[in-house]
C-alpha cells in the first residue's frame, strides 16, 4: 500500500540519535527517532523516522506525548519478531511498523481529537501483571535481567539535573519517587526527556503512574534497588483501571513520610508489654549493622533494654515538639507559620488553618556497652510517658518540665524500642514505652556482652 494516511496519538517518544552518514563524502550527520501512535483501546503501533540530522531532530522537538499527528505517506514493515530492534521499542499490538523517509511527512492533526486523547488514559498492558514495589525490593537481584511493569503513587518529585554520561555526552536526569500499597518508596530514574518534561505536571499523592517494561537496578547509594525507564517503556499516567482507582484512594491519606509510618507500626503493634527480647546496646547496634548490609525493603526489630536515660532535653535548646497542616499533612517550621505547601488550599486561606502539633524528642539510652543516640520518642508514645499532652506540656513553666525531665534522666528504665530501615541509609529507633525498671528483674534478664 502508498499513498496512507494515519491519524494518532503519540502515546510515547525516544530521544534521537545522531550519526555520521556514511555515504556522504562531507561530514554529514544523519538521525533517527523512534515513537509510538495509538488510535483506539486495542492498535498501536511503532514508527521509526530516518532522515537528516536537523529535520528530525526539528520534528522531534516539536511533537510530544499526548499530541494527535497525521502521519502521511509511510512505508509500512512487516515486524520481525526475532530482530534485535525489537528488543529496545514498547511492546506493541500491531504486527507492523512505519517508517518515514523523505517521501512522508508528520504534521499536527487539526481535527477532533476528543476521542484520540482519551486513549492516554488506557494502560497498554492488563494492570494486573504489576509488579509491586515491595517485591522490587526484597526480590530485585532476580529482576535485574528482565523488564517488570510497576504501577506506582507518586510520592515526590525531584528537580532537573544536568549530568556527564559514561560515554562523554551532556544529559538531563530527573529522579521521582513512588509509592504503592506495600511499601512508602521505590526511586524511579528518569532519562528521557519527553517524559521529564512531562513529570513537571505531575502531583504527589494524586498522580498514578503505570510504567510498562522498566529495568531494575540497584542503587549503592540508597543501598536498595531502584527502576529506571527504558526505550521500551510507556507511561500512562492516571490510568483506567481497579488497581490503579485503589491505589488513588490508599494515596490520598497514605503515611509517607517516614515518621508517619513508623508512628503506623506502633499503633500496630500488640501490647507493648509482650515485647520480651531483651537486648544490651552493642546487640542493637550489631543488629542495626546487618540490617544495612540486607538487600529486603522494610527491616524491624522490637527489643526490651535495660537502660538509662543519658539524654532528655525537655527545658533546653533542644526541638521536643512537630508541627503539620492538618489539610495536607505537610511539615511546617513551627507552631507559628502557615502551611507553605502551594498545592493546599490552606496556603490560599481556603479550608482550616489549624496545624497539628505532636510531641518529637530525642533520647540517648546508654548501658555498659555503650549508648544508642538519636532514640525517637514521639506521638502517643511520649504522651503515655510523659503522662501529659503535647497540649499540657508546651503550657508548663521552664521549672516544670524541668521537674518532669529529672524524673527520667540518668534513671535505670525498662525501654521497649522499635528499630526501622525504610529503604533509607539511616535506621530509625523509636521508644515504644519507658517505666522504671524493676532491680530485681534487671538483675536477672540484663544481657552479659
Not at 191 to 198: A, L, M, N
Request: glycine share 4%; aromatic share 8%.
Amino acid at each position: 500500500m502508498d499513498n496512507i494516511l494515519v491519524v494518532a496519538l503519540m502515546i510515547g517518544k525516544q530521544r534521537p540519535r545522531k550519526f555520521a552518514d556514511k555515504n556522504k563524502e562531507s561530514s554529514q550527520f544523519r538521525a533517527v527517532w523512534n515513537f509510538t501512535l495509538r488510535d483506539s483501546p486495542r492498535d498501536y503501533v511503532n514508527v521509526t523516522y530516518w532522515g537528516g540530522s536537523d529535520e528530525v531532530c526539528a520534528a522531534s522537538d516539536k511533537f510530544y506525548t499526548g499530541d494527535v499527528v497525521e502521519i502521511r505517506n509511510p512505508r509500512i514493515n512487516i515486524r520481525k519478531f526475532n530482530d534485535a530492534g525489537e528488543q529496545y521499542r514498547p511492546v506493541v499490538t500491531s504486527p507492523y511498523s512505519l517508517t518515514l523517509n523523505e517521501y512522508s511527512e508528520i504534521v499536527p492533526h487539526s481535527g477532533d481529537t476528543f476521542s484520540l486523547m482519551k486513549l492516554l488514559s488506557i494502560p497498554t498492558k492488563p494492570l494486573a501483571g504489576f509488579v509491586p514495589i515491595r517485591d522490587i525490593h526484597n526480590e530485585g537481584a532476580n529482576m535485574k535481567e528482565r523488564f517488570i511493569d510497576i504501577l506506582g503513587a507518586v510520592r515526590s518529585i525531584g528537580t532537573i539535573r544536568n549530568v556527564n554520561t559514561r560515554t562523554g555526552q551532556d544529559a538531563q536526569v530527573r529522579e521521582v519517587l513512588l509509592f504503592d500499597h506495600t511499601s512508602p518508596g521505590l526511586k524511579l530514574t528518569i532519562w528521557d526527556t519527553d517524559v521529564i518534561t512531562r513529570a513537571g505536571n505531575w502531583k504527589p499523592r494524586t498522580t498514578i503512574l503505570f510504567i510498562t517494561e522498566a529495568r531494575v537496578e540497584w542503587s549503592n547509594f540508597l543501598k536498595a534497588y531502584s527502576a529506571s525507564l527504558t526505550n521500551r517503556s510507556i507511561v500512562t499516567e492516571n490510568p483506567i483501571g481497579q488497581e490503579a482507582l485503589a491505589l488513588a484512594n490508599y494515596a490520598k491519606t497514605a503515611p509517607i513520610e517516614t515518621t508517619d509510618i513508623l508512628n503506623q507500626f506502633i499503633t500496630t503493634l500488640p501490647d507493648p508489654g509482650s515485647i520480651q527480647n531483651v537486648m544490651c546496646v552493642q546487640q542493637v547496634y550489631s543488629k542495626i549493622k546487618s540490617f544495612m548490609e540486607e538487600n529486603t525493603a522494610d527491616r524491624q526489630l522490637t527489643a526490651l533494654m535495660f537502660v538509662f536515660i543519658s539524654q532528655l532535653d525537655l527545658d533546653g535548646l533542644l526541638p521536643t515538639t512537630s508541627v503539620k497542616c492538618s489539610n495536607c499533612k505537610t511539615w511546617v517550621k513551627n507552631s507559628s507559620s502557615t502551611c507553605q505547601n502551594s498545592d493546599c488550599p490552606a496556603s490560599f486561606g481556603i479550608g482550616s488553618p489549624d496545624l497539628d502539633i505532636s510531641f518529637d524528642i530525642r533520647v540517648n539510652l546508654s548501658d555498659h556497652t555503650g549508648t544508642l543516640v538519636n532514640c525517637r520518642l514521639s506521638g502517643a508514645s511520649a504522651e503515655q510517658v510523659l503522662n501529659c499532652t503535647v497540649q499540657q506540656f508546651m503550657r508548663m513553666s521552664d521549672e516544670e518540665k524541668c521537674a518532669l525531665k529529672w524524673k527520667f534522666l540518668m534513671e535505670r528504665c525498662a525501654v521497649r524500642i522499635m528499630v526501622s530501615v525504610l529503604n533509607t541509609r539511616r535506621p530509625v529507633v523509636s521508644i515504644i514505652s519507658c517505666s522504671k525498671a524493676d532491680p530485681i528483674e534487671m538483675a536477672q534478664r540484663i544481657p552479659i556482652c
